[in-house]
Nanobody, 128 residues
Framework: QVQLVESGGGLVQAGESLRLSCAASGRTFISSYTMGWFRQAPGKEREFVAA????????YYADSVKGRFTISRDNAKNTVYLQMNSLKPADTAVYYC????????????????????WGQGTQVTVSS
């Protein structure tokens, strides 16, 4: 079992930055897991944001955040990060961290069904 706890959300103005963290705990270390970030805005479905392969070399991003967001991981700390720059009001959502044990396939990494564990989410609000 893996527990995921997100932090770092908050209220910022458009153009500013935030860094989200996802701390993993439990009997299984996340070093062998694909890690992902998803988000859900009010009245909308949860959508893929970014994913990173267990080794950290391969990453994948939604087109809407490409060039502005960066996903990274520190396996020694069992932590995954999402650096969000040039934030826009459209980025306002609850952001969820996820962990999956399936082999790395970018298409699968964009799907909620590709993940086994989820955090409770952290709110990000971007004002205009």
């Amino acid at each position: 079992q893996v527990q995921l706890v997100e932090s770092g959300g908050g209220l910022v103005q458009a153009g500013e930055s935030l860094r989200l963290s996802c701390a993993a705990s439990g009997r299984t270390f996340i070093s062998s897991y694909t890690m992902g970030w998803f988000r859900q805005a009010p009245g909308k479905e949860r959508e893929f944001v970014a994913a990173i392969k267990f080794g950290g070399i391969s990453t994948y991003y939604a087109d809407s955040v490409k060039g502005r967001f960066t996903i990274s991981r520190d396996n020694a700390k069992n932590t995954v990060y999402l650096q969000m720059n040039s934030l826009k009001p459209a980025d306002t959502a609850v952001y969820y961290c996820s962990a999956g044990s399936r082999p790395w396939i970018p298409h699968i990494a964009t799907m909620q069904a590709g993940y086994d564990y989820w955090g409770q989410g952290t709110q990000v609000t971007v004002s205009s």
